[in-house]
């Protein structure tokens, strides 16, 4: 059974179809197989070659894999809740309770758009503390732990602008009190609120606002900055492994 | 011949050397500085984009009805303004309900005799004095006036001192 899907996958990469798209035939040899991963748009940015002391769970509890899934969870469930929401008074908060109560298996994606929210956070901070913790911020790693910093600060700001969005009064009291820290900055601290809501008060040019902010420029530059933070792990020389790592005692 | 190999021609763009400024380094420079000039114009011009000229947001300024609505020693609650009428025997005055921590409306509590903040915890004397924190002043006391047809009149937008009181 399973030779004969080996047999099919194999004729499969022999025809001029696979090898047009995949640029070569089969990745048979170490050779093959690391031109495999250069000549793919989607993974040359990957390491070729890994330790294997670094794919123990013990390396990374796999905390940043586990951070960006739940971006891409967020990235997809995040689109099909932007089919039903209107970014507009009183529209968002019906469209909200909507999508809970009317639209089918809506309450099932805001929910897992909600809680893979709050698991990023957490995933993200966890990740931080692990790397930390492993001494990870160290030479030849500073620039890719400063792009990590700016990403968790991405991530923050995504949740926040998110808890926008219902334009319920958790939302309103949550952004009245987040906007009012901002314009306790000195100097411009009033500008920039003023800037952020779009006016004075937390209205409809503030839920605009956030809205663009979270569906828009927010989600862009965090996968600008992940892939970054993706490329210079294989450009440092992989993940930081420790000497009890290379003992085997773990 | 090209004026680069010959310094001695005298062209008036050939510059001594030991002082020479390359064609390429002028023209870098001449384009980087043209960049950096519509840098910072693009800023500006963004800048004043997101801030809107027009606000489709509450008028600030407000009628509170007649001052005879309001007895002596009492503080009265305009949910919709976020305002408290305050008449004591010197006279009316006008209190924001915001509270100056992170804008959280403010309750008054008759039997406390004090503005107490749900969010945060902090309490006010009914004239804006802050008992105890965490908000950092006091709450600010609103511009109040008598209207020619005899209403009282807030405006929000103007902040004045505690001391001024409106005398009916």
Known sequence: ?250 | MSDATNPSAGSPHVVAAGNSVSRRDFLNEITMGALGIAGLGSVAVSYQYFSPNVLFEPSTTFRAGNPDLYPVHSVTFLQDQQVYIVRMPEGFYAVSAVCTHLGCITQWKPDADMIACPCHGSKFHPDGIKIEGPAPRPLPHFSISLTADGELQIDKLQVIKPSQVLKV
Do not use: C
């Open chain 1, 1 to 250: 059974m399973a030779t004969t899907f080996q047999t099919a996958l194999q004729n499969l990469r022999e025809t001029k179809v696979w090898k047009s798209i995949f640029r070569r035939g089969p990745a048979n040899t170490n050779r093959t197989r690391s031109l495999a991963i250069f000549g793919n748009l989607f993974l040359h940015w990957m390491p070729v070659k890994v330790r294997e002391k670094s794919l123990r769970v013990r390396a990374s509890y796999y905390l940043g894999s586990i951070s960006f899934l739940l971006f891409i969870v967020l990235f997809a469930t995040g689109i099909l809740l932007m089919f039903y929401y209107h970014p507009a008074a009183p529209n968002a908060y019906r469209d909200m309770k909507d999508l809970q109560f009317v639209v089918s298996n809506g309450v099932f994606l805001r929910n897992l758009h909600r809680l893979a929210a709050h698991l990023m956070v957490f995933a993200v901070f966890w990740h931080m503390f692990h790397v930390f913790y492993r001494g990870g911020y160290k030479p030849p790693h500073e620039f890719n732990w400063v792009v990590g910093v700016v990403l968790l600060l991405v991530t923050l700001f995504l949740s926040y602008t998110g808890y926008l969005l219902p334009w319920d009064q958790l939302a309103f009291w949550a952004v009245t009190v987040g906007t009012n820290i901002i314009s306790a900055m000195p100097f411009i601290g009033n500008k920039v609120r003023f800037l952020l809501l779009g006016g004075n008060i937390v209205g409809e040019n503030a839920l605009l606002r956030f809205y663009v902010l979270h569906v828009v420029i927010l989600p862009l530059a965090a996968f600008v900055l992940i892939g970054i933070h993706f490329w210079r792990v294989q450009k440092d020389g992989g993940l930081t492994v420790k000497p009890k790592d290379e003992d085997g005692k773990e």
